[in-house]
């Protein structure tokens, strides 16, 4: 069982569409991440946020519009996505944002299709 | 740059014998790493980690080894079973900069 809870788990879009994806932790953590996995490349950070405030964007292009209304809720906006975008958007949580204090908890992930 | 990678992208072990991970890091201002197993269609799941004060860790039929001085981090898994087949992904850092992540190992366990 997972304290980090993804939805949707498959999302099929056009690249003129808009869609979310919304993840929620229930651990209590403070520091809450997003994370792309594409097909043999390392996990790519993307956007950290510590206490509901952003604290790294890591080179994302806009068109991925990330929000947090609370410790507990993180949220993927995605708008005008090409098909590279196609990928498995992780969302972590962890006690706080520094990566040496502690291990990070996936959610199970949202299988993005970009057609 | 920096970059975390492991030796083999692939790895068949038959069931009950046991496997060795390995993971090579460039970074030798790292100062904690940690080991991550994949199954298919979920998220990462912890399974051991270990601080550069430290050269071995054991958990329950897993140990890790850091070898700080050729930079290579290995996972061992003892009597290996089916439910061990998964990507096994090392992930380090230091100070209090963000995880890197290895490009991850797929472990199948034969029957």
């Known amino acids: 069982e997972t304290g980090v809870t993804q939805t949707p788990r498959h999302l099929v879009m056009g690249m003129t569409n808009k869609k979310s994806l919304k993840c929620e932790q229930h651990?209590?953590?403070?520091?809450m991440y997003w994370y792309k996995q594409s097909a043999k490349k390392p996990l790519e950070l993307m956007f950290v946020?510590?206490?509901?405030?952003?604290?790294e964007n890591n080179s994302v292009p806009s068109r991925f519009s990330p929000e947090c209304p609370n410790s507990s809720h993180l949220f993927l906006h995605l708008h005008t996505l090409q098909p590279e975008d196609s990928a498995l958007y992780l969302c972590?949580?962890?006690?706080?944002?520094?990566?040496?204090?502690?291990?990070?908890?996936f959610g199970e992930g949202s299988r993005l299709t970009v057609l | 740059g920096e970059s975390v990678g492991l030796h083999l992208p692939t790895l068949s072990v038959q069931e009950g014998d046991n496997s060795i991970i390995n993971c090579a890091y460039s970074?030798?201002?790292?100062?904690?790493f940690i080991w991550y197993k994949q199954e298919s269609g979920k998220g990462p799941q912890f399974i051991i980690d270990?601080?550069?004060?430290?050269d071995k860790r054991q958990g329950q039929r897993v140990t890790v080894l850091l070898n700080k001085t050729v930079k290579h981090l290995s996972l061992q898994i003892a009597a290996t079973q089916p439910g061990d087949s998964a990507v096994y992904f090392c992930?380090?850092?230091?100070?209090?900069?963000?995880?890197?992540f290895g490009t991850g190992t797929r472990l199948t366990i034969i029957p």
């Open positions: 970074n030798s201002a790292s100062d904690y």
């Open positions: 270990i601080r550069s004060n430290m």
């Open positions: 992930a380090e850092t230091f100070g209090n900069e963000k995880l890197t």
């Open positions: 651990l209590g953590h403070n520091a």
């Open positions: 972590a949580s962890s006690q706080s944002s520094g990566g040496g204090t502690g291990e990070l908890f």
């Open positions: 946020y510590n206490f509901k405030e952003q604290t």
